[in-house]
């Protein structure tokens, strides 16, 4: 990592670590590539207890660079220091605890979003932790229940299903909108179903496709499959492509996956 972007993700860890009710302050994984990629970000998880500072409060005491936005929908900010972005999103730690107390007592279910909330509290670099929330979550994560994974696999195997029978009706309609609707959903349950598979939480959407073609256990032929899916050939319309989706359904669909 870049001694810049550490700087300036140090500076605002140091601010945003004094506030009284922050637990912890993780670095996102888009800080370490290169800066002149367009998916590099100084990405900053704040996990906090009870209220969160007020947006002006926040803007007030981050006076680091120049503030471009602050949602008035989600708890995050955005700024540009030294011609860097840097993104601070503000989570709460209740939240946490009660999706993981869903997950050990078999009452969580599965939404599209994925578990990606999972991947960014155990991948990501550790800029502050006070206490032993961080450590308690974290070790909660390591081994969650068996079942865990298999409602995963199962909600998503009826998405594949579904998706691929929405891209069968696109591509009859010449529907190029929806095509490409249903094509996006397709993937997204398909890479959902393997990382599952392997027993991973999801990265983020810009890391999708080189992670899950790393991914250890895969059907056979899935990534040549995968390639030529995602590939724009004239060579490849959208009747052809929906062959190679069928063909990856139907691989991963007849994966044995009951631990």
């Known amino acids: 990592m870049k001694k810049k972007v550490e700087r300036i993700a140090g500076k605002f860890a140091e ?8 637990e912890a ?13 367009p998916y590099f970000n100084i990405n900053l998880d704040i996990y906090y207890l009870g209220n969160l ?6 803007k007030e005491k981050l006076k680091l660079g120049i503030m471009l936005e602050t949602s008035l929908v989600f708890p995050e900010d955005k700024f540009l220091v030294e011609d860097l972005p840097v993104r601070v999103r ?17 009452l969580w279910v599965f939404r599209e979003s994925g ?8 991948r990501g670099q550790v800029l502050f932790s006070k206490n032993d929330w961080l450590k308690t ?7 969650p229940p068996e079942d865990f994974w298999e409602i995963i696999m199962d909600s998503t195997r009826f998405s594949i299903e579904f ?12 529907d190029r909108l929806f095509y490409l609707h249903s094509a996006a959903s397709f993937i997204k ?12 939480f999801e990265p983020s959407s810009r890391m999708l496709y080189e992670r899950v073609k790393a991914l250890p256990r895969l059907p056979d032929e899935f990534i040549g499959r995968f390639e030529s899916f995602l590939r724009h050939d004239m060579e490849l319309p959208p009747k052809r492509k929906r062959e190679i989706a069928r063909l990856m359904a139907k691989s991963i669909l007849s994966l044995q996956y009951r631990f």
Not at 116 to 121: A, H, K, P, V
Not at 137 to 143: D, G, V
Request: net charge positive.
């Open 15 to 22: 601010i945003i670590s004094g506030w009284n009710n922050v």
């Open 25 to 37: 302050i993780i670095l996102g994984e888009a800080a370490e590539i290169e800066t002149i990629d």
């Open 53 to 58: 500072l007020p947006r002006n409060d926040r």
């Open 90 to 106: 503000y989570k709460e730690t209740a939240r946490f605890g009660l999706i993981l107390k869903r997950i050990e007592d078999r």
């Open 115 to 122: 578990t990606n909330m999972f991947y960014r509290l155990t």
């Open 137 to 143: 979550i974290q070790k909660r994560l390591e081994k």
């Open 163 to 174: 998706y691929l029978n929405d891209l069968d009706a696109a591509v009859y309609r010449n």
């Open 189 to 200: 349950s398909m890479c959902s179903f393997l990382f599952a598979y392997n027993k991973q």
